[in-house]
């Protein structure tokens, strides 16, 4: 039971053109959630110790404001080295973007609650922790909530709000409202589950593809191939849920009493996937994972990523929602 006092935003919260947002962690996540924020003419304030990055880090975020054809928000950033050097009394919202260890999330949010205004906003973008474990000894839980981006966020539409076990739901109703004026499509997540929504549904996938590929019943390559060009393609017109009433109820009820029984169900990570963790294969980061990398293929690869979700992004155009720039207000 929620026993946190109730949870009042300022009246003019949601409003882009006077919002203002500090992003504490300007890593490659922090750079991307800059850029939703600064889009939407929300004032941003990136806090990254690492001076020497502070160029890279501007410069990152100018190039994704470029792709978004938003290169004039630019002069929404603002880039600090430290909390302490924040005017705090305008800050409305922080989003936590700093490396997944639970005890530097915890001693952040201990500070960010002594720095931030009564009525702010705290959110943790974690990918990891239930959010009721980073507000832990808060005195203040019930503004805290996940705000959990995909990567590249700013070209990933999708933002989840998740609840912990004391976060008001007036908050979480406020921050939806909010990601919807900046162009991004919010989900609700009332309880922090591990991997919330998006990622438990992720990895279920996941689970199945890796235990193909152990089998020996399919290749790396003809996993991805069955997944980007079939259901995966059509997924991004309808979800599993309304595909099925595309395909007819009966069909998948059907075709779920035949499969459901021989689905993978293991409680630990496939041995492809485990076996190349421990031998040092990350991927792209050490130059091995299912496939092999150079630093031109990798930076070709990502290109040809990030320009299919551009891409995909033109197609969805119609159904996102419209950001509010400050411009405009």
Known sequence: MNTSPAFSAPAHFFRPS??????????????????????????????????????????????????LGAEDQLRHLHIAGELEALDWAGVDLVIECIPERLDLKQALFARLEKCARADALLASNSSSFPISAIAQGLATPARMLGLHFFMPAHLTPLVEVVSGEHSAAEAADNLYSFMRQCGMVPV????????????????ALAREAFALIDAGIATPEDVDAAVRFGFGFRFLAAGPVLQRDHAGLEVHCA??????????????????????????????????GFFTWTPESTAAEKARYQNLLLAGLGLLAAELPPVQDAAQA
């Open 18 to 67: 006077r919002s203002q947002a500090v992003v504490v962690g300007g890593g490659t996540m922090g750079a991307d959630v800059a850029v939703v924020l600064a889009r939407a003419g929300c004032r941003t304030t990136v806090v990254e110790t690492t001076g020497a990055r502070h160029a890279a880090l501007r410069a990152q975020v100018a190039l994704g404001l470029g792709q």
């Open 255 to 288: 075709a779920g009493a035949t499969m459901y029984p021989s689905l993978a169900a293991n409680h630990a990570p496939a041995q492809c996937l485990s076996e190349r963790v421990a031998q040092g294969k990350f991927g792209m980061k050490t130059g091995e």
């Open 188 to 203: 609700r997540v009332k309880k922090d589950l591990p991997g919330f929504l998006a990622n438990r549904l992720q990895h």
